[in-house]
């Protein structure tokens, strides 16, 4: 059972265009919601978190928007860069030890 | 942020033989540690999770006697793929909590079993 789906597959932005990333889960118990950033050949980095308190955060050019209600939330990265161009995964946690589920991720290419 | 280490980074083996993981807390201890695999252009699948000082849970669908783990302390557990297959062919993550409850990601190990 997909717990965290995300859309779309693929994205292509051009420099400087905002990059929009959406993922909506089921679990309800989810209580932390991080998206990762990952290079070929490298493990996920930790890019940016909300919890389901908060409906949007925001760091640099990256910011989350979250809606309880729609059980959805989404990453939005502007001014997006060629060096963004990497697979992000949205994905949810029920508590601080717990295990991750990750979204089945976005390649994202920017074009300068 | 915190840093876990793994190694090797890539390993090339041949069928049946024996393949041991390890992943490193450097700078925190884990007294948890998490496991996951990754295939090609694919998600991250969690197979297990690695307890300090007791048994590791393993993920539904995964064999514990293929993949044994150890959490041998609180900055090391090793993963070993035991009577390796081409299918076991694959891209292992592993992942630890801090104290602050934050997971961070070790580099991957690339498996490729000939």
């Known amino acids: 059972q997909q717990q965290v789906k995300q859309s779309p597959q693929s994205l292509i932005v051009q420099k400087g265009g905002i990059s929009i990333i959406n993922c909506a889960y089921e679990?309800?118990?989810?209580?932390?919601f991080p998206w990762y950033q990952q290079f070929p050949g490298k493990g996920p980095a930790l890019l940016i978190a909300i919890r389901p308190d908060v409906s949007e955060k925001k760091e640099g050019r990256f910011t989350i928007s979250f809606n309880k209600s729609a059980k959805q939330f989404s990453l939005h990265i502007m001014d997006s860069q060629p060096g963004d161009s990497a697979t992000y995964f949205c994905?949810?946690?029920?508590?601080?030890?717990?295990?991750?589920?990750f979204g089945t991720g976005t390649k994202l290419q920017v074009i300068p | 942020g915190a840093v876990v280490s793994q190694h090797p980074s890539r390993v090339i083996c041949k069928s049946g033989t024996s393949v041991k993981i390890e992943c490193r807390s450097l700078?925190?201890?884990?007294?948890?540690m998490f496991w996951y695999r990754q295939f090609p252009k694919k998600s991250l699948m969690l197979m297990a999770t690695s307890n300090e000082g007791s048994k590791a849970t393993y993920e539904q669908g995964v064999e514990k006697d293929k993949f044994l783990i150890n959490h041998a302390s609180l900055t090391l557990s090793t993963l070993t793929v035991t009577s390796a297959h081409p299918e076991d062919s694959s891209f292992y993550i592993c992942?630890?909590?801090?104290?602050?409850?934050?997971?961070?990601f070790g580099p991957g190990t690339r498996l490729t079993v000939l």
């Open positions: 994905a949810a946690r029920t508590g601080g030890y717990q295990k991750v589920t």
């Open positions: 992942s630890a909590p801090d104290r602050h409850e934050e997971q961070f």
């Open positions: 679990n309800t118990a989810f209580d932390y």
């Open positions: 700078d925190f201890q884990a007294t948890t």
